[in-house]
């Protein structure tokens, strides 16, 4: 049972890891006249990118 657990696991942190680059490149959208433009959309990016990489490719992420 650990290995399923682990994958599921995996699968559903990625998701919330997309969900949550999602919602911090349109904040960053959304306040872009404020300070700290580009790091905010670099951030949302990188969580996008790191989510996407466990979703896709969830036993890779449980090996690491």
Known sequence: I????ALAFALV???ILVFAGV???A????QRA?????WKIVVG???LAIG??????PV?????
């Open 2 to 5: 650990p290995a399923p657990a």
């Open 13 to 15: 942190l990625g998701w």
């Open 23 to 25: 919602i911090e490149i």
């Open 27 to 30: 904040h960053a959208i959304h």
């Open 34 to 38: 404020e300070p700290g433009f580009a």
């Open 45 to 47: 990016l990188v969580t």
């Open 52 to 57: 996407i990489m466990m979703v896709v490719s």
């Open 60 to 64: 890779a992420a449980i090996s690491s």
